[in-house]
């Protein structure tokens, strides 16, 4: 009796998945119970003490799909809005960025046309008090902060915010919206007629965001182009596509997958596209993955534009969401895809050797791979073609056209100490709040202050004695193989709190390698001599 009414709960309960889940095909055979079932039965009814069944279950889902793939997961109800919004490319809440500074919530940014921005609120307010809850000097955390911040749209929030240059609160309702995550994080001309852009991820308004940045190069004369696409660690496919289309003419495939119960599917180039003539340069690194190596993939094979940095992750696995009836996900590997050549651009893993795939880039560090172009070994030995005959490696990643090593040579613990107290970015912080009015007045613009700023020797002096303070002891050794880069992270931060984060890259650029490297291949013959296709 106990085992016929065993096997009538789990047939009913994957009935209701079949029903509730989205419609997949799946035969009677996958609806009967399994070995893990009844065990979970057993335990549930016999076990000597009281169960809590559905962490249990929790937990086996989780140990299970370890079992598959490094990119197949299982995720719960309460960690699903947090793990989308990434990519679904919103969040609803008031419109401002922010840190924790003296234990005070400091206003860094408000995002433009969120709600706080369209009441007055700015950079270096203070909020001391949410709801009349007063949050100075309360050890509040970020996710304390987002929890009070974060709501429904049309909901309603109230702050007093504390401003230099006023004697009283300054008090504001605000009324949460939905606002924009951003996938564009920088877009500006690096020379005349090389425009720049920058993307982090593929979401939702990735490609919206990059039709609205080109045409800005576009009017300002830009007629070759850099897409940074370093540590990019991907997003949705047919984004990737769509952006891919941008720099392609029409007919060409850009990607296609295959897998064993999933339809295969071809991904083409269209009419139309923002970047089909010009010259082309795309920036990838190490941690590069997923549908950043389909655009460089695509680029690449068609011989459209030249790659460049180092070799990218290697993800190249197609993930499909099936929902469970409580919510929860099931994010299950179900493809591969390939680049229009036909290469895999997956790096190996063993099924359940989770450990060994994420030391992966530690072991490409130690291998010295990030450094010489000799160190690398791809998986795959197969030949694989561009259009232009030009051979190209499958197995492990993308492989650029010009490598460019990683750059320690300005690092040191010194300097690794300053970023993990958080010197660098609390002194910039005070800096800018103390100083914003004469700042803004001396150099109005971004290109004022990138060509006339300059980090003096007693603000160092000052910012020294500061990181003392927070516990990093000044070390002769370490400053002076790290001064030059210290200094720049200080301006750059001073730029993005000034502006925004364009501001922040149009100054640290100065030491993107691959950056420089690509401006240098449009201004020479590298496009013509490689037979690069820039019309």
Partial sequence: MRQHLITRLFSIAMLAFLFFGQNHSVSAQAIQPTK??????????????????????????????????????YIPLDEMRAMNEPLVGKFEGVGIQFNIHDDTIMVTQTIPGGPSEKLGIRAGDRIVTINDTNVASSKITNNDVLKKLRGDKGTKVKVAIFRRGSAELIEYVITRDQIPLFS????????????????????????????????????????????????????????????????????????????????????????????????????????????????????????????????????????????????????LTVAHYYTPSGRCIQKPYELGDEDEYDSDLNNRFKHGELFSSDSIHFADSTKYFTNAKRVVKGGGGIMPDVFVPLDTTMGSTYYSNLLRKGALNDFTLTYTDNNRAQLKANYPTIQVFTEKFKIEQKFMDDFIAFGEKQGVPMDTAGYKNSGPLIRLQLKALLARNLWDTDAYFEVINDINGALQKAIEAIQNNTFEKMKLADK
């Fill in 184 to 331: 564009v994080d920088a877009s500006y001309m690096v020379k005349p007629q090389i425009g720049y852009i920058k993307i982090s991820r593929f979401a939702d308004s990735t490609v919206d965001e990059f039709k609205k940045a080109l045409k800005s190069l576009k009017e300002q004369g830009a007629s070759s182009l850099i897409l940074d696409l370093q540590n990019n660690g991907g997003g949705y496919l047919n984004r990737a596509v769509e952006l891919s289309d941008e720099f392609l003419s029409e007919g060409k495939k850009i990607v296609f997958t295959r897998g064993r119960n999933s339809p295969s599917e071809d991904f083409t180039s269209t009419t139309t596209g923002g970047w089909e003539k010009g010259k082309l340069a795309i920036l990838i690194d190490e941690t590069s993955a997923s549908a950043s190596e389909i655009v460089s993939g695509a680029i690449q094979d068609w011989d459209r534009g030249l790659i460049i940095g180092r070799r990218s992750f290697g993800k190249g696995l197609v993930q499909k969401p099936f929902q469970l009836p409580d919510g929860s996900v099931i994010r």
């Fill in 36 to 73: 893990m079932d009844y065990a979970l039965e057993i335990i549930k009814y016999y076990y000597v003490d009281t169960v809590n069944d559905s962490k249990l279950t929790e937990e086996a889902l989780k140990a299970m799909i370890k079992e598959l793939d490094p990119h197949s997961v």
